[in-house]
């Protein structure tokens, strides 16, 4: 039994007939519709849901990476992030200043500050410690800091002089406190050993265990004379926007000389966020396919369904004329407008759930190389939205699909026989 063919022109595939008594049949089926919308509408709600929680996850670890450690970009002399840490002297930016001018009238920049690296030892009279430490200028890094956690002591502040705060993993490991005097030993560029004495102001806590393992900082004219050195190895670039990271990076390598200075960007300088979001991607897709493919089940056994209730219906318009390809293509536009509302009700129930979940201010324990934990939300994405509105409106009739060409084949005296 053959389609008529010229029924699926363009100009006659719907009218205002077809539409008219398409939705008609849906209402006229108010349970079983009722039933398809609401799986539908989960669906697509929790496609929203485990899209928008993956989504803020990775934008806390993100943050959190920028604003306790990293910035958004940073400038080195040319070849310091491959063979710096082996010779760190030999890549020192002597004229900071330069850079900071380069960018200053850039709208998206916050702010510039620059740091001076140093890897030494730290003593407390007792025993000693391998550390990093980092020569800052403390107001701007406060600034930046905002997920620099002080848990015992303050903040390094811009009138301290010799005052530092340590990790609060070097504060466990090496049973210093605050208020206590320690001494930060370390060979200068010359290669003399040079000392200097510390008080303890402060330990902080970031988001990365690692991190607060191994580093101290001390303000930035301390690190100055403690290496014998006015040059720096890094200016920090703090800008208004993480999502205008790319563009500001463009614009400065443009300026650059690239034969004097690189820039590297935050994603870039952590290995451990780039490594976190892939393995959080392929988790979450993995569950989003599975939520796709039980909403598909689900609504193919509807509208399976709801087509064998309907073959009696169906026999009775073929036996007063009405083509098989009509009945087709009636079948086909229901489930468009089911997908429709559906999709529309997954919006409204997905968005109202994650506005609900972001309320409740959610703790999560902390995740690995991390001493911290943090608070659960969903952000609610214009592109996911749109997305698993797409899903569901394509799905849905794609899944009647067969269930129709099936039912406009079916013999008419069996399709009578139905009712």
């Not at 928008?52 to 604003?67: A, M, Q």
């Not at 010779?87 to 620059?114: K, W």
């Not at 001390?218 to 790319?246: C, F, G, P």
């Not at 989003?288 to 087509?307: A, D, E």
Request: hydrophobic content about 45%; glycine content about 10%; charged content about 20%.
């Amino acid at each position: 039994m053959a389609f008529d063919l010229d029924a699926f022109k363009p100009s006659r595939w719907v009218s205002a007939a077809d539409l008219r008594m398409a939705m008609r049949n849906i209402f006229r089926q108010r349970g079983r519709t009722l039933l398809t919308l609401s799986i539908i509408g989960a669906g697509v709600a929790g496609l929203i849901l485990s899209g928008g929680f993956v989504e803020d996850s990775l934008k806390t670890l993100r943050e959190s990476t920028i604003h306790a450690q990293l910035g958004h970009l940073q400038v080195y002399r040319a070849g310091y992030y491959e063979e710096g840490k082996r010779s760190p002297y030999s890549y020192l930016i002597d004229r900071p200043g330069e850079i900071a001018d380069l960018v200053s009238g850039d709208p998206a920049v916050a702010q510039t500050m620059e740091r001076l690296s140093f890897s030494g030892i730290l003593n407390n009279g007792r025993s000693d410690y391998a550390i990093q430490g980092e020569g800052i200028d403390a107001e701007r890094e406060a600034r930046l800091g905002t997920q620099v956690h002080i848990i015992a002591g303050r903040n390094l502040q811009a009138t301290d002089r010799f005052g530092i705060v340590i990790g609060e993993g070097v504060a466990g490991g090496a049973g210093i406190q605050v208020g206590s005097v320690v001494n930060v030993l370390l060979n200068t560029e010359e290669g003399a050993l040079n000392n200097l004495e510390f008080n303890v102001v402060g330990v902080f806590r970031t988001f990365s265990k690692d991190y607060d393992n191994r580093t101290v900082r001390i303000a930035l004219a301390d690190a100055q004379e403690l290496l014998a050195s006015r040059a720096v190895n890094a200016v920090v670039i703090e800008l208004k926007r993480t999502e205008d990271t790319d563009a500001v990076r463009a614009s400065l390598a443009a300026r650059l000389d690239p034969a004097r200075y690189e820039i590297k960007s935050w994603s870039e300088l952590d290995d451990f966020y780039t490594k976190t979001a892939e393995l959080f991607k392929r988790q979450f897709s993995f569950m989003q396919v599975i939520i796709l493919l039980s909403v598909l089940l689900s609504v193919v056994n509807s509208v399976n369904m709801t087509i064998f209730e309907r073959t009696g219906e169906f026999g009775t318009l073929m036996a007063v004329g009405t083509r098989r390809s009509t009945i087709f293509r009636l079948v086909v536009i229901e489930n468009v407008f089911m997908g429709l509302l559906g999709s529309f009700l997954g919006v409204v129930l997905g968005i109202g759930l994650a506005l609900f979940i972001n309320a409740l201010h959610l703790s999560m324990p902390a995740p690995p190389n991390s001493n911290s934990g943090y608070t659960a939300g969903v952000t609610i994405d214009a592109g996911i939205v749109v997305v698993c509105f797409l899903i569901g409106l394509v799905a849905t009739p794609l899944t009647a699909l067969i269930p129709a060409r099936r039912i406009a084949r079916i013999p008419l005296v069996n399709a009578l026989r139905a009712n």
